[in-house]
Nanobody, 120 residues
């Protein structure tokens, strides 16, 4: 499965971006999915996840600012990011699989990611 992330860019603090994730096949329509990010010099971390049935979770660091959603018909998972802060700067990735795989980041492959830079 190949994941393709898009929607990143340069935004000022306080701004918003919506990231999109698509993939070959139907995995994004039927499996749990997650958005991850990796900042320079830091480990990749899970930012938000959505279960197969649609329940969502976000990391404490982005709670109240980020939201994950899914459009099963378009086989797309989104990450809406509001009130962006410089510390949100990172490459953002998506992936999908079992809940265990999401939490352990146990995937066969990753997409290229999309760069988000928050700076004035």
């Amino acid at each position: 499965v190949q994941f393709v992330e898009s929607g990143g860019g340069l935004v000022q603090p306080g701004g918003s971006l919506r990231l999109s994730c698509t993939a070959s096949g139907t995995i994004l329509s039927i499996a749990a999915a997650g958005w991850y990010r990796q900042a320079p010099g830091k480990q990749r971390e899970l930012v938000a996840s959505i279960s197969r049935l649609g329940s969502t979770n976000v990391a404490d660091s982005v709670k109240g600012r980020f939201a994950i959603s899914r459009d099963a018909a378009r086989k797309t998972v989104y990450l809406q990011m509001n009130s962006l802060k410089p510390e949100d700067t990172a490459v953002y990735y998506c992936n999908a699989g079992s809940p265990g795989a999401l939490s352990q980041m146990d995937f066969d492959s990753w997409g290229q990611g999309t760069q988000v830079t928050v700076s004035s």
